[in-house]
């Protein structure tokens, strides 16, 4: 089983509607992350987490929700998807001791039609 | 100005070459550097991290720090076709929250 698990792997939805994402790791660490990647443009950070208590915004927040349900299982919503949220989405975890990398999930890819 | 920075390429190289992927960063507080690389449509892997000055060898891969001019950047010697991916240098910022920003990656074709 994978470390860093998202579903649903492929999501195709309609504009206006609400949708999550959601994510869950085994690895037992603190920190969170979700990212979004559009072609050309690397990866976006939405928001992150240090723990179940503390949410922070990212880069491109906007439009996007959080929650941060346990230790291991942080989920993103979309309130009201829109096709310009069509893109490719990962889930990340890390420790949070300097140098030490982020494990990232498989990512899901959503369609905003 | 991004907070990290990299060529878009493509970056063309023929089999057996040296890559060179080079990355800059804006914050001087940052204290750590990753390189992943990425295939279309997969995760990013990581490939080297690196915090001190200097060189770092992994294999045939090198990756070079200079704080002083917020530069980092990969080396790939013995370029094979399989090396033939999106590689993204990735910053973690201070303040303790292991934040890591990208930057919009490099793609590399390695050619036979």
């Known amino acids: 089983d994978a470390d860093v698990t998202q579903t649903p792997r492929n999501r195709i939805t309609k504009t206006g509607k609400r949708i999550m994402l959601e994510c869950s790791q085994t690895?037992?660490?603190?920190?969170m992350y979700w990212y979004r990647q559009d072609p050309g443009l690397g990866l976006q950070l939405i928001y992150y987490?240090?723990?179940?208590?503390?949410?922070n915004k990212g880069e491109i927040s906007d439009g996007y929700s959080v929650s941060r349900q346990a230790q291991a299982k942080f989920s993103l919503s979309l309130e009201s998807a829109i096709p310009n949220q069509t893109a490719l989405y990962f889930c990340?975890?890390?420790?949070?001791?300097?140098?030490?990398?982020?494990?990232f999930g498989q990512g899901t890819r959503l369609t905003v039609v | 100005q991004k907070e990290v920075e990299q060529n878009s390429g493509p970056l063309s190289v023929p089999e057996g070459a040296i890559a060179s992927l080079n990355c800059t960063y804006s914050?001087?507080?940052?204290?750590?550097f990753f390189w992943y690389r990425q295939y279309s449509g997969k995760s990013p892997e990581l490939i080297m991290f690196?915090?001190?000055?200097g060189d770092k060898e992994d294999g045939r891969f090198t990756a070079q720090l200079n704080k002083a001019s917020q530069y980092v950047s990969l080396l790939i010697r013995d370029s094979q076709p399989s090396d033939s991916a999106t590689y993204l240098c990735a910053v973690n910022g201070p303040g303790g929250y292991n934040k890591l920003i990208f930057g919009a990656g490099t793609r590399l074709a390695v050619h036979p």
């Open positions: 987490s240090f723990d179940v208590k503390d949410i």
């Open positions: 690196i915090y001190s000055n």
């Open positions: 690895k037992g660490h603190d920190r």
């Open positions: 914050d001087r507080g940052s204290q750590s």
């Open positions: 990340a975890t890390s420790d949070g001791t300097v140098g030490t990398e982020a494990f």
